[in-house]
């Protein structure tokens, strides 16, 4: 049976680890890639518990991706002796590692999870402040809320049914103990609302907390005056039910996608440490301790943390995590290498000219502008029609007030309680709460991952969509290869496919992906030039493959991205690489500019200009040659229009634009790769559903507003017996849970429905 | 009468047990993590002996 599953899952090596404690099957570790780890002070930071015999710490596994996996992974005490314990979380893709400080280290066991294929990922980000824990105390209040609300209801029937008056000892027992049970909800589950309506109070606002928490407090201390008075049963059972319902709205709408992060800066892609080399000694140094002047040695693989000069080595730099252009760069001596991108063959070493900080695409982090913009979150339209529905319940409480004051003051507290305990905007609250819950679910199912349910109000209101070019309009995966020159034969193609085929460059290996049909001739004598090309004997032809310098030894012509082919020293011709458009692209912009204005940003060169504005239309902007900050800048001039952006980009460089926009999504081709911080996450394949994403989106509005129409309905019958002064227990019972679970059912019902006549 | 009083608190000596049960398993952190745990239970300590 565990066979079978774990055969199924193709990953049964572990087997064989087991058999012969792992020789063959490692993966050999860079000698000092982990080195960075016997620093104290990374320790410190990493490590969650550590004393002079035991260390507890969380590494994070990325490819971590099934039950083998966790097999292998928690029987790591029989590959290294001084783990005590491991202990997998799946859903965070994280282990949580004890080990014996006596017998092996941090940099150990980081080095024995690398050879058994689970590297650990440590970024800069791991240095700053511990992450807190995902908050469970709002299920905790919901839990105990549900527990009170649901005893109290059982413990309300009796009197609602008329209890037998012979019973008055059975009936005040009932009361004092819904009395009981309902000072927990009181004091403990309701307790976010009361916070969140004292911190809008203190800003001067009046948000739709604020009466809510008027409301409970008041429905508890007009039940327990009619406790205690001996008077009545009290409303408590309307009170534990609607903090229950309003909780279980806010948490399905706070429902987070765990394994996403919205909130990732440069410091979640940068290393933790480089190793710095000083007369031939390489010591591991943590990144923030990096200074102008300091020599860095890069390792093949690895990320390029600080703006520097290149002084030894060629690099080949792949800027894919800060442009979304998949193909290296190659840069000579001397030339100055930007921060974030990544080397992709050999050694390098640059002299740092500026701090990790400080750093050109840092820099864009680091903007003053942003932390401002924080600081005046938006505002949802919830709260503005709270804040009618509050004026005028008061109007209504003072005018009845008045009324009974002249007429019969007996009546008055009665009649002014009432009203709060009826009219609160429990139900705007619970249609607005479970409607974005809702239509979170549905374009999560649909691979269309929101940070908040703010951000659905905030797509409803784009008027201008800009799009980032490379990454996101085109495809990273797939490059269009076109041939010009002499013509080739099928049998010299397959040569030069598996010429391509021997060699790991990423051009190489589009090529070889390009041509490649059937089994490829072997090649003999295959020599590799990194940075300019490749050659070898197919078949007994020499095939030269690379730069136009390499394949005929004369000056360097630029001409793009191309690979040059020469056959027994013969120039053939050449494969030119261009973008490659997604497929639905066109589709997409097709419908989009009928509803939108559109833009497209490039940072290339406007080769495509032509071919891009027939896309999108004559109205459309387009920009090329656009930096980061072009793109930021942009983004803020439409805005000074007064247009609602919605910014499309993948990469670094459009980091800066997607939070500078109302509203930014980050393009993924996998939702687990890394995406700037924004407001959404979309995978590429569904790009095309955007427009009925966005449809989705305004229908939301349409459905509070709905829902809440009807809630008011509601709530004039409710005030209609509230301003007599005889609201009954009974009648508010009846009416709390009719108007929210009706509610529920209306923004349930029909957002699910307008989903599926979307097809979504 | 008694035994309306002794039905009642039954009842919710019951119900809060369950209340007990519900936020120990909140606070362990049992809703975080619903893969581990189910695969966790089906490898047995020596995997050379259960190939079968």
New interface residues.
Partial sequence: ???Q?LNQSDLCD??DL??NPGISQRINVRKDKFAFLEDEKIQNKLTSFRNDKQVHVTLYLPQMHC?SC??LL?NLHRIDEGIISSK?????KEVDIVFLVNKTTLRKVAETLTSIGYEPYISLNDLKEKRPA?N?SM??QL??AG?CF??IM??SFPEYLGIDTT?V??RT?FRW?NFGLAIPVLLYSALPFYISSFKSLKHKFLNIDAPIALAIIITFIRSAYEVISGTGGGYFDSMTGIVFFMLAGRILQDKTYRQLSFERDYTSYFPIAVSITKDDVETPTALPDIKPGDTLLIHNEELIPADGILTKGKAFIDYSFVTGESLPVLKEVGELVYAGGKQTEGNIEILVVKEVAQSYLTKLWNRDEFKKNEANKKVSFVHLLSRYFTYIVFVIAISTAIYWQLNDPAKLWPAVTAIFIIACPCALLLSNTFTNGNILQILGRNHFYLRSAQTIEEVAKVTHIVFDKTGTLTSTQHQHITYEGTSLTAYQLQQVAALAACSSHPLSKALAKHLAEGKLPQVAGFKETIGEGIEGFVQNDLIKLGSYHFVTRLASRQTGTAIFVSIESRLQGFFQFSNHYRGEISGLLHQLKKDYQLSVLSGDNDAEKNNLQHLLGKKATLRFHQKPEDKLRYIRHLQDQGEKVMMIGDGLNDAGALKQSNIGVAVAEQTNNFTPSSDGIIEAKQLALLPKFIRLCHANRNIVVASFVLSIVYNIIGLFFAVQGNLSPLIAAILMPTSSLSILLITFGSSSLLARRMNL | ?SV??IL?IA??TV??L??IA??WG??SGQ??????PP??I???DK??S???
């Fill in positions: 049976m565990v066979y599953i572990y087997y087991n058999k039950s966790l097999y928690e997998v979380n799946f859903t965070r995902i469970k299920v905790l839990g105990i527990f649901g005893n059982l413990m019973e000892g059975l027992i103990l | 009468m309306i009083i009642l009842s919710i119900a809060a369950f209340l519900f936020l909140v606070k809703f975080e993590d619903d893969y581990s695969s966790r089906l490898f047995d995997p050379s259960s190939k079968e």
